[in-house]
């Protein structure tokens, strides 16, 4: 019995212990407020540019572009309540006569939320073109074989207007939200 | 229980906006690409195969690609024993690039060259049969028989 007042003594202890530190606490508000976020980035297999050309496959033949598919889209987003988030791209100069082509394929399996729609084959233009949409809060992860695939080729469009040479075009792609 | 402290919550509400800071300023990323497109010219001329008079006219296929200030010409010249002439019908419809060629009349086959294509861009005529330009050497002679001895014709495509 002694044994037994010992013990259920100690534990009234405890629990009285437990309350008190209990009602000795504080309550405190707090207010988190949390930004949208958009980060994206380009990650190129190999190179940091990505080189395009055209070949012949017979004499009469049109000329054909071989598809590039070593860039890839990262991107990390929150979105506010109720938005959605496009991604857009757009070229800094057309090439007379080609038409420098886009394909997104979809987001790679890594990484969480709602990564959007992506859109059908587009020609790259100078201006902004949709490209992913209905983006909600997300993440691709990052690096070469994460996120978007970026898949650009060059198809004729005016053969007569097609001038032999080396030309750079900056392709810039813009999130935004609404 | 008391978890956090005021200037921890303060600290990390800072870190968060400088965080998000940082992400707006990348919310675009851009890269370069290079195209490279280099000057060409590929052609082929053979006889008819198609179903249309096989084998009695020839067929000129051609792509090619120039510099901005580069053109091309095709020249043609042959010996024959016998006077013939040279006709050439562009391809239906024409392809844009492909310069003034030889048209009614024909040219005269000669043994030193003669322009029969001109002022040829970038272009490519077709490489189904029917859509190439067409190559008929005919005999320069009225009444001349149906079957003559051969006749060698070169074509050459120059680039100025």
Redesign the interface.
């Known amino acids: 019995m002694p044994l037994i007042k010992v013990v259920t003594m100690t534990v009234l202890v405890f629990i009285s212990i437990g309350v008190t ?2 009602q000795t ?2 309550t ?1 508000t ?1 207010n ?11 990650r ?1 297999d190999g190179n ?7 070949s ?8 054909t572009g071989a598809p590039n598919s070593s ?1 890839w ?1 990262g991107v ?1 987003t929150v979105v506010g309540a109720g938005k959605k988030g496009t991604i857009s791209v757009r070229v800094s100069q057309m ?1 007379p ?2 038409n ?1 082509k886009l394909t997104v394929a979809p987001c790679t399996a890594f990484g969480d939320g709602i990564k959007g729609t992506v859109a059908s084959d587009r020609v790259l233009c100078l201006t902004d073109q949709p490209v992913i949409s209905d983006i909600g809060s997300m993440y691709t992860g990052g690096g070469v074989g994460y996120g978007y695939n970026l898949t ?1 080729w ?1 198809a004729e469009n ?19 939200s609404n | 229980m008391r978890s956090f402290t005021p200037a921890f919550l303060a600290a990390c509400l800072l870190l968060l906006s400088a965080t998000a800071a940082q992400a707006q300023d990348a919310s675009w990323d851009s890269h370069l690409i290079l195209i490279r497109l280099d000057n060409m010219a590929s052609y082929r001329i053979e006889r008819s195969q198609g179903k249309n008079d096989p084998g009695k006219h020839y067929c000129l296929r051609i792509t090619s690609l120039v510099r901005p200030d580069e053109t091309r010409m095709i020249s043609v010249k042959g010996i024959s024993p016998v006077p013939v002439r040279i006709y050439i019908e562009p391809s239906n419809p024409e392809p844009a690039g492909l310069g003034p060629m030889i048209r009614e009349g024909g040219l005269a086959l000669k043994p030193s060259d003669q322009v029969c294509i001109a002022d040829l861009k970038s272009c490519f005529t077709s490489s189904e049969e029917k859509n190439t330009i067409i190559i008929r050497i005919l005999p320069d002679l009225p009444g001349a028989p149906a079957a003559f001895a051969f006749c060698q014709v070169i074509y050459t495509l120059f680039t100025n």
């Open positions: 530190n209990a606490g504080q405190e707090l988190a407020s949390i930004p949208e976020i958009a980060s994206l980035r380009i190129i940091s540019i990505i080189p395009l050309s055209v012949v496959p017979g004499a009469g033949s049109p000329l860039s889209l990390t090439i006569g080609l420098l650009y060059l005016g053969m007569d207007q097609i001038r032999g040479g080396a030309t750079s075009v900056v392709v810039t792609y813009t999130y935004s």
